[in-house]
């Protein structure tokens, strides 16, 4: 056995006529079987190795994404009593769904099949998505969510040089002062002013300037929404007056004379003929009443100032007939 064994190694058993020949050969073509079905059962192991994994996929219903994926286009705040158009890419179908607002699960739209959708106020506060069809490969875009502005009734701002009469609801000034009507945000746009129901030429500003006598009103809308249009609801009415320091008279009242003025402590009003029953009031500048009482018909009157901080004042005297005079006042 040796000796086969050394002469197999030394390549020279298939020269040699003894008995290790056959071992020899019958080993060799053991050696070439086992090389040549190794490879074949790795082929056949390899081949079965996919195709099982192929079987495992079709069975389970796994299926390549599709490439592309669909997205929604649109503006997705309503203004108030408007509405929207959401829009997909091009594809071969569509089916857009609804998810209401705390539900879990989105509901096909019916006859929502469309490339766009439109929507209004009422579906506001609601998930939307689309599925596209391309090539017979579906797929579903992120949802969107529907809201919607809300907007206060608009307001007024009033500044400059004005009083308020709660008796006629009457806003008071002098002639050749001006009150400052302001419409405030976020009314700022489609603004247009009104004196006695008619649009004011040229006055579309946020503020408009009061120098007559009207009663006054005011249309807008928010900058973000310009198509609606509000009112703040109430009409400013304004009358103008003749009335300064000196003290010009009205026509049908008598004249009249403030003194001291500046005054310290007591207001003396001399009237140059008996004047009729009137009322008076005293106000800052801001409006706000600080006294109020009556004359008896007659020359003179007087009011005590005595107690007011030093500043300036308006003394309103109201007539017969409704006519008012206004008067500035300075208290040292």
Not at 225 to 244: K, Q, R
Not at 270 to 292: D, E, I, K, M
Request: glycine residues 6%; hydrophobic residues 35%; aromatic residues 10%.
């Amino acid at each position: 056995m040796s000796v086969c064994r050394q002469a197999m190694s030394q390549n020279d058993c298939v020269q040699s006529p003894n008995p290790c020949v056959h071992e020899a050969r019958h080993k060799e073509k053991t050696i070439r079987q086992r090389t040549i079905k190794i490879p074949t059962m790795k082929l056949q192991f390899l081949s079965l190795g996919i195709f099982s994994f192929f079987l495992f996929a079709s069975s389970n219903g796994v299926q390549a994404q599709c490439p592309f994926d669909p997205t929604i286009e649109g503006d997705t705040i309503l203004c108030p009593e408007g509405s929207t158009e959401l829009k997909t890419q091009v594809y071969d179908a569509y089916q857009w769904y609804r998810r209401a607002w705390g539900a879990s699960q989105a509901e096909p739209i019916p006859g929502a099949t469309g490339q766009s959708i439109v929507l209004t106020e009422v579906d506001a506060l609601n998930y939307y998505s689309v599925e596209a069809t391309l090539n017979g490969c579906t797929e579903t875009s992120p949802e969107v969510l529907l809201d919607a502005w809300a907007f206060l009734l608009p307001t007024l701002s009033l500044t400059g040089n004005y009083e308020f009469d709660p008796n006629t609801q009457t806003f008071l000034i002098c002639e050749g002062d001006t009150m400052f009507l302001t419409l405030n945000p976020p009314y700022e746009a489609s603004i247009t002013w009104y004196n006695n129901g008619v649009p004011i030429p040229g006055e579309t500003g946020i503020t408009l300037p009061v120098t007559q006598s009207g009663a006054y009103t005011v249309v807008g809308a928010p900058a973000i929404c310009p198509n609606f249009i509000l009112s703040p609801g109430v009409v400013t009415e304004v009358t103008v007056d003749v009335c300064n320091a000196t003290g010009e008279p009205q026509p049908g009242l008598p004249e009249l004379a403030l003194f001291p003025n500046p005054v310290a402590d007591v207001l003396r009003i001399h009237f140059s003929s008996p004047s009729p029953a009137a009322t008076w009031r005293l106000t800052n500048v801001a409006g706000q009443q600080l006294g109020s009482d009556s004359f008896t018909e007659g020359k003179e009157a007087e009011i005590d100032l005595s107690q007011l901080p030093a500043g300036v004042y308006l003394l309103h005297l109201r007539f017969a007939e409704g006519k008012t005079v206004v008067r500035k006042i300075v208290k040292d």
